[in-house]
Nanobody
Framework: QVQLVESGGGSVQPGGSLRLSCAAS????????ISWYRQTPGKQRELVAD???????LYADSVKGRFSISRDNAKTTVYLQMNSLKPEDTAVYYC??????????WGQGTQVTVSS
């Protein structure tokens, strides 16, 4: 059974930084793609970044150069370092694990608020 727990959200001023963590349980972590998504009220959930088992990364254009995704397979944890935060980054951030078999698991989400 895969469980994902996000942490690290909070409130920050524009230009600030936060680091989100996604701690996973289960045996398939190291062979799975792990993604960060975000969602604001009334909008669809959007992909922010993902990282493959081999460490390849993909970013949404809106966060390129500001966000960085990384993974620690020994700790079964994925991180999202968010720098130069903007008010439009305000959202609930979710991590998702996509196994090679095609299953997708979601965490419960963590709120990020960027406001002066």
């Amino acid at each position: 059974q895969v469980q994902l727990v996000e942490s690290g959200g909070g409130s920050v001023q524009p230009g600030g930084s936060l680091r989100l963590s996604c701690a996973a349980s289960g045996s398939t972590f190291s062979i799975s793609v792990i993604s960060w998504y975000r969602q604001t009220p009334g909008k669809q959930r959007e992909l922010v970044a993902d990282i493959t088992s081999g460490g390849s990364t993909l970013y949404a254009d809106s966060v390129k150069g500001r966000f960085s995704i990384s993974r620690d397979n020994a700790k079964t944890t994925v991180y999202l370092q968010m720098n130069s935060l903007k008010p439009e980054d305000t959202a609930v951030y979710y991590c998702a694990q996509k196994t090679p078999g095609g299953s997708v698991y979601w965490g419960q989400g963590t709120q990020v608020t960027v406001s002066s």
